[in-house]
């Protein structure tokens, strides 16, 4: 296991120093390697500045402090590895704040995966608490995150299965559908992973925390696998819209075929919510996997929500490999 380190170049130091007149913005860094004591560092730098820490030997933190034309007027906290001679960034967190608000972020260091706490809390998380990976699948199409679904894959699976547990606040719903192979006959054994907002608009932080993999992903989430006759049922609420932004609500879906491929189809919106517009209509018509597009209906008041979204496998996606049955 590597030890932790940490130089200060003083050239950054003496640099703070002389932008005097400059917004200092404060911050408290924390990288861990595995379960390792953390390196901790509180420093305080000018604003409009790039700096550059080393952790180990390797690995750096670079921080992008705010210029006058930022919107949001936020830091970048970059972790990046050069142990293989090429610069990959492992993680990113953004903060936002007047310069006079102190600013953390914590990186935790569990091989090839990152841990990245926001906010920074007074302890970092362990890696022996992550969920277990598995093996993922070919990614196809335009797909950043489709490691996700496999942290903390199940073992085993059925058709019907929970995204939001029972003590979740918001309105009931329930999403179902089938799942057809490119013949259009229904396919069994399809994996389908999904992940939503509360019914706040808010991907809340996971408890313990998860890599960078799928903790963006907050605690919603839930896997199913097609029956004999391709159907699939998920049980959860209605998610809300993005606070502050015009993005109709939504459920994020990828497919997962076993041994051949995964990737992304078109998030499930609603015919009801206002921020559907026509344009985006017409686009989501052409969606990865099928039109995501559904009229939710009920049977009464209390009653839950139900909508349906049918799964087309490899629908508009130009790399699809055809995979076989699983």
Same mark, same amino acid.
């Given at each position: ?54 952790? #180990? ?25 050069? /142990? ?14 007047? /310069? ?112 960078? /993999? ?62 559907? #517009? ?49």
């Amino acid at each position: 296991m590597r030890s932790a380190f940490l130089l200060v170049p003083m050239a950054l130091l003496a640099a703070s120093a002389c932008a005097a007149e400059s917004p200092q913005y404060q911050f408290t860094l924390t990288v861990k390697i595995a379960d390792s004591a953390p390196v901790v560092l509180n420093a305080s730098y000018a604003g409009e500045t790039t700096h550059e820490l080393a952790v #180990t030997k390797g690995l750096k933190l670079e921080i992008q402090t705010p210029t006058p034309r930022d919107e949001y007027h936020a830091t970048l906290v970059k972790l990046i590895d050069e /142990s293989s001679g090429k610069a990959t960034v492992l993680a990113a967190a953004r903060r936002a704040g007047a /310069s006079s608000e102190p600013r953390s972020a914590t990186f935790v260091v569990c091989t090839g995966r990152i841990i990245l706490q926001d906010p920074s809390p007074k302890e970092p998380a362990r890696c022996a608490d992550l969920l277990p990976m598995a093996k993922a699948d070919p990614v196809i199409g335009r797909c950043s995150d489709c490691d996700g679904p496999y942290e903390g894959l199940p073992g085993k699976f059925t058709s019907h299965s929970r995204i939001a547990p029972t003590s979740e606040p918001g309105e009931p719903l329930i999403v179902s559908g089938r799942v057809f192979g490119a013949d259009g006959k229904p396919r069994e054994g399809v994996i389908v992973y999904a992940y939503q907002t509360d019914a706040n608009g808010i991907y809340r932080v996971p408890t313990p925390p998860r890599s960078t /993999s799928s903790n963006h992903h907050g605690p919603l989430r839930g896997w199913v696998v097609s029956d004999a006759q391709g159907r699939y049922t998920f049980d959860t609420i209605r998610p809300a819209n993005y606070p502050n932004t015009t993005i109709p609500a939504h459920v994020h879906m990828h497919v997962i075929e076993r041994g051949c491929a995964t990737y992304f189809i078109d998030e499930l919106v609603f015919t009801d919510d206002p921020k559907l #517009t026509p344009e985006l209509i017409k686009q989501m018509n052409q969606g990865f996997g099928g039109t995501a597009i559904a009229t939710p209906r009920r049977d009464g008041p209390g009653k839950p929500w139900q909508v349906e979204r049918d799964i087309h496998l490899g629908r508009n996606l130009p790399d699809y490999p055809g995979c076989p049955r699983s």
